[in-house]
């Protein structure tokens, strides 16, 4: 056997991963690989917890999108205790939600994947990030900080606390919107849709061309993918049924209860974290890169695919723009990036209209709960994916059981195979430098894991 | 002159992380001073060289280290030590890192309970996942883990500690401006209490607590948080008594109180070597209430769990 390569971690992306590549005597790709390093374990600690406690809980998985599980969390618990949120309760929930997604694509799009392709993929890694691109556009820069940061803190002073909520309660919500504010976050959210549309304009302009190549080649694989559709078959990321799409267009809805018929995790020996895949297509689980099976992907390329269209006109001119352009499904793993980016403009706009919904200062935000023996499963497109949570509780409304599919998970399979599609594409007969290794690692960070 | 600084995370969710972000545009100010020589969330500086080849972990030399996460497993150990080696001072960013955190709520359960579970659930493809170790557990090329989910202190010497899940931005500028100039850094030292306005007035004839299944009384939407009875006081389950204040920030008021909703604990206990379920405990029989009406205690050291306070035993025993 040749040597090792050893990738970590991987960085500029949220979680502990690490890439594994061994090559053979020639130099060439063996096996190529990634690496889930660690394990929390919250599916065994929250048992015996009382329910209305998990969404302060669980949304320590990630501190990225905290918002997400405490949500699908919410939604978990209200199942579990039989409960419907208010009107404004489900509303201000859907508005934190959205707002959200827009603070986290502008983190990843400019924070953590843009390094790549404004400062360069084989630039010097000490540049080749977030200060380097302070250092080179300081215009962008400061105004990129000051964006993310309104949208941040639209969460922060209204909710009191966005990284690790606890504004979302089962039953609604904690506290209501009061007018001002619905007018204050209205005028913020409208300047964030215009940089949303900047953004946009910049990408198509100053990026993707550039890059097109790099697009059809690097760690471009086929899969099926899953996203979140309301009752038209457009995207929704708060609410609706799961659309689980082969390659070839076909495909198959339910609701997010009836997850177990139709996804399954399998056990890989070298991740800590459990790979789904599409249960109910029954061919298995292969990640050959020829013949895979079973496998699908989640994540912003996965949710434009499977939607038919998305509910607001800005984002649905660009959806249609991008058509034209890659068609559907769009298979081009680093369109996650441009995906990315017009569900951007969708969260902008998705959220305007909700603030313009009267219901939203409604101040009956939360219904009383009672704690009793019963199921629910919480589900909501996180960043990453579909999030999935599910829990059992007795009758006193403590958990028995608890079990969670995180948006990222869904891709572990594709990002593998992306890995291995870059690694063999790349690396031939032990040739390969620093860039090229961060090319491969690019393939990894276009899925946000 | 600048100074250098490496950061890591161990058992983390990145909060900590993006809590360093949120200090927005106060973020570049402190870049104008120092420079960031590792940060995997951000940076691409590699364990083993940037060709992946070396065989020892190495990170680079740097004036401060700040480390976020606890240490659940043998990779966690050996990132913390080669950052201790490497850095002058260790600070450790947030309560996973300095009691433990949420996930040391794994502490009650032995790792074996953690991993049937996890590789046992109902989405779990079961049947075709036998390996080697006849139970499906993953074992090739990621690290072992840990007997149990441990503070930073336990494993390695800490310099600083900052608190909260995650600590409030404010606190992060603070620090980092402080140790930039050599000043002293002040960080409070009271109670959630402390710095909590609403208003107390005796507990009255308060015998048992409440879940918090309903809204507590607070009067109209907007009305400011010194016009809210205390939560306690209104018979729900606050944390405040027994918690270190600050996490309002510059801003003061403690932030789950002024969204109404009682206090959990993630600061930390107001002492670092406080116990937070104990201390509760003892406030709340001290004025009468009857603990019994907690339908559990194990959530009172959810942030704490470090330390050796939460272990396997403690399930078999009768939990109050
Ligand atoms: S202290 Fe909180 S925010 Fe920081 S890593 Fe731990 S869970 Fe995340
Ligand atoms: S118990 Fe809670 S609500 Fe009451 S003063 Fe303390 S922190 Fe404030
Ligand atoms: S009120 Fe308590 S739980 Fe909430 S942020 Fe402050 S210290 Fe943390």
Redesign the pocket.
């Known amino acids: 056997m040749g040597k090792m390569i050893n990738i970590q971690p991987i960085t500029r992306i949220e979680g502990h991963a690490s890439i594994g590549i061994q090559l053979d005597d020639d130099g060439n790709v063996a096996d190529a690989r990634v690496n889930v390093m660690s394990l929390r374990g919250f599916e065994k600690f929250v048992e015996g917890k009382p329910a209305e406690e998990l969404p302060r809980i669980v949304n320590r998985i990630c501190g990225i999108c905290p918002w997400m599980h405490h949500l699908a969390s919410n939604k978990a618990v209200d199942g579990c205790f039989g409960v419907v949120p208010t009107p404004a309760g489900h509303k201000l929930r859907e508005l934190m939600q959205t707002i959200s997604h827009a603070e986290d694509k502008l983190l990843h799009f400019f924070f953590l994947a843009a390094a790549d392709f404004v400062i360069g993929p084989d630039s010097d890694y000490a540049v080749r990030n977030v200060i380097g691109i302070v250092k080179a556009n300081p215009e962008l820069a400061s105004k990129v900080v000051k964006m993310r940061q309104m949208a941040k803190m639209i969460l922060d002073k209204f909710s009191k606390k966005t990284i690790h909520p606890v504004a979302g309660v089962p039953g609604g919500f904690a506290k209501p919107l009061l007018e001002e504010e619905r007018v204050d976050i209205l005028d913020k959210m409208r300047q964030i849709l215009d940089f949303a549309m900047f953004t946009m304009d910049f990408a198509k302009k100053e990026v993707f061309p550039k890059y097109l190549e790099t697009i059809q080649s690097l760690g471009v694989i086929k899969t099926g993918f899953i996203g979140t559709v309301d009752d038209e078959g457009a995207l929704n990321l708060y609410d609706g049924k799961l659309r689980l799409m082969k390659p070839d267009m076909t495909y198959e809805e339910f609701a997010p209860a009836n997850y177990t018929d139709y996804l399954a995790e399998k056990i890989i020996d070298h991740s800590y974290g459990k790979f789904p895949y599409a249960k109910s297509w029954n061919e298995g689980f292969s990640m050959d890169l020829e013949n895979p099976k079973g496998i699908y992907r989640a994540n912003t390329l996965a949710r434009i695919n499977v939607a038919d269209k998305m509910a607001t006109p800005k984002a649905q001119a660009e959806l249609e723009e991008f058509r034209s352009l890659f068609g559907r499904p769009a298979q081009a793993t680093l369109l996650y990036h441009y995906a990315r980016l017009i569900e951007e403009v969708y969260a902008c706009e998705r959220a305007i209209e909700i603030l313009e919904d009267p219901v939203i200062t409604d101040p009956d935000v939360r219904a009383k709960v009672e704690p009793k023996a019963g199921r629910g499963v919480g589900c909501v497109e996180a960043p990453r994916g579909t999030l999935i949570h599910d829990y059992s509780t007795d009758e006193n409304g403590l958990i028995t059981r608890a079990n969670l599919i995180v948006g990222t998970t869904h891709n572990l399979g594709p990002i593998n195979m992306s890995v291995n599609q870059a690694a063999r594409s790349l690396i031939k007969n032990g040739t390969y430098d620093e860039g090229t290794l961060n090319k491969i690692e690019m393939a990894v960070r276009a899925y946000d894991p | 002159m600048k100074v250098n600084v490496a950061s890591e995370w161990l058992n983390s969710c990145s909060g900590c992380e993006i809590s360093i972000i949120d200090m927005g545009e106060r973020l570049l100010d402190v870049l104008q001073v120092a420079d960031i020589v590792h940060l995997p969330a951000l940076m691409d500086s590699k364990y083993f060289g940037q060709m992946g080849d070396k065989s020892h972990l190495s990170i680079p030399k740097a004036d401060v280290g700040i480390i976020s996460g606890s240490i659940r497993n043998q990779e966690h150990v050996e990132v913390a030590e080669e950052m201790r080696k490497k850095c002058n001072i260790i600070i450790a960013l947030g309560t996973c890192a300095t009691h433990g955190g949420i996930p040391s709520l794994s502490n009650s359960y032995d790792n074996e309970e953690t991993l049937d579970r996890y590789y046992s659930t109902e989405s779990t493809d079961v049947e075709n996942n036998k390996n080697d170790t006849g139970k499906g557990y993953p074992a090739k090329d990621i690290p072992k883990l840990l007997d149990a989910c441990y503070a930073l202190d336990e494993k390695i010497k800490v310099d600083i500690y900052l608190p909260g899940c995650p600590p409030h931005p404010d606190h992060i500028f603070h620090a980092l401006t402080a140790l930039v100039s050599g000043k002293e850094l002040k960080l409070p030292e009271k ?3 402390d710095t ?1 306005p ?1 208003i ?1 007035k005796g507990k009255g004839d308060l015998k048992k607590l409440r879940r918090f299944l309903e809204a507590p009384l607070y009067g109209a939407a907007g009305e400011s948080l010194d016009k809210m009875r ?4 209104q018979g729900f389950l ?4 027994v918690t270190r204040g600050g996490c309002g920030g510059d801003a003061k008021d ?1 932030r789950c ?1 002024s969204a109404r909703v ?2 959990r604990g993630c600061y930390g206990p107001v002492r670092h070597e406080g116990n937070q379920r104990l201390d509760m405990l003892n406030a709340l029989v001290s004025n009468g209430i009857d603990i019994n009406s907690l339908p559990e205690s194990t959530s009172l050291l959810r942030f704490s769990g470090g330390h050796g306070m939460l272990r396997p035993k403690f399930k078999k025993k009768k939990e109050i």
């Open positions: 109670s959630v209490c909590c609403t107390r205390c939560l306690l006081e606050c944390m405040g008594p403690p109180i009682p206090c």
